[in-house]
């Protein structure tokens, strides 16, 4: 068994799946025969098992989403500075806020959730400073927005 901390988390151990590789150079290196996979696999546990994140953990999330803390701060609706201290485990996200980390990893990891389209409407939204007239007209069919 292998503790593989080079993914930032302190708690995850290899029982295969990797080797050791002579580098001339550099000497014995680590090699995971699918890293990818194994990430997935790690990532995966954490929107799906775990009770509440931890700071490493949402790191973790962020890294493999390929997010700086910026754009994931935009996606929550919070400042980057949130995301740094949540990564540094100097504060806890809400509740709120942590289920739609793991939704946007989903939607990152399958591609069928359309999270991060949405909420970057809601932020296009939000940044609106006059409320648009919003028309609409009964049909036969019931009410809808007018064209």
Request: proline share 2%; hydrophobic share 40%; aromatic share 8%.
């Amino acid at each position: 068994m292998l503790k593989y901390d080079d993914c930032g988390l302190r708690n995850i151990w290899l029982e295969n799946g990797y080797r050791f590789d002579e580098i001339e150079g550099h000497g014995k290196c680590l090699e995971i025969d699918d890293i990818n996979g194994l990430h997935r696999a790690i990532a995966h546990h954490l929107v799906r098992f775990r009770k509440r994140l931890t700071g490493p953990e949402i790191r973790f999330l962020r890294v493999e989403m390929g997010m700086s803390q910026k754009r994931l701060a935009d996606c929550l609706g919070v400042d980057e500075q949130t995301i740094s201290l949540w990564e540094r485990s100097q504060r806890r996200p809400t509740v709120a806020a942590e289920r739609m980390l793991r939704l946007l990893y989903l939607e990152h990891a399958d591609g069928k959730t359309k999270v991060a389209a949405m909420i970057a409407k809601w932020n296009e939204t939000d940044r609106q400073e006059e409320a648009e007239k919003l028309m609409f007209q009964e049909t036969p069919e019931g009410w809808r927005m007018a064209a």
